[in-house]
């Protein structure tokens, strides 16, 4: 099927920047929407920023200007780039990326989600 693995969050000081990398593997056939989501402690996950197969963009407002989405379809790699973080972005970051992917010879639609990577910024 599809696999991610997430990469590159941390510990860091308000004002500061983070790259996270989520990469996918396994019988893909086609990447169409990626995306980061984040959840903190005691409340919902929600999209932070995604992105589609041809590069249109999507964020929370509390991270446009901050953040940046991209995707290298080559790589089947997304990444978020995160400047002038604040206490309030501290968060576990998850990756979501719907796939299409081979099953001996046929087809599949599977989203799937990475296992998630602390993102934590002190004040």
């Known amino acids: 099927q599809v696999q991610l693995v997430e990469s590159g969050g941390g510990l860091v000081q308000a004002g500061g920047s983070l790259r996270l990398s989520c990469a996918a593997s396994?019988?893909?056939?086609?990447?169409?929407?990626m995306g980061w989501y984040r959840q903190a402690p005691g409340k919902q996950r929600n999209l932070v920023a995604a992105?589609?197969?041809?590069?249109?963009?999507n964020y929370a407002d509390s991270v446009k200007g901050r953040f940046t989405i991209s995707r290298d379809n080559a790589k089947n790699t997304v990444y978020l780039q995160m400047n002038s973080l604040k206490p309030e972005d501290t968060a576990v970051y998850y990756c979501?990326?719907?796939?299409?992917?081979?099953?001996?010879?046929?087809?599949?639609?599977?989203?799937?989600w990475g296992q998630g990577t602390l993102v934590t910024v002190s004040s």
């Open positions: 979501n990326v719907d796939a299409v992917y081979s099953d001996y010879g046929n087809l599949r639609y599977l989203e799937v």
């Open positions: 396994g019988s893909i056939f086609s990447i169409n929407a």
């Open positions: 992105i589609t197969s041809d590069g249109s963009t």
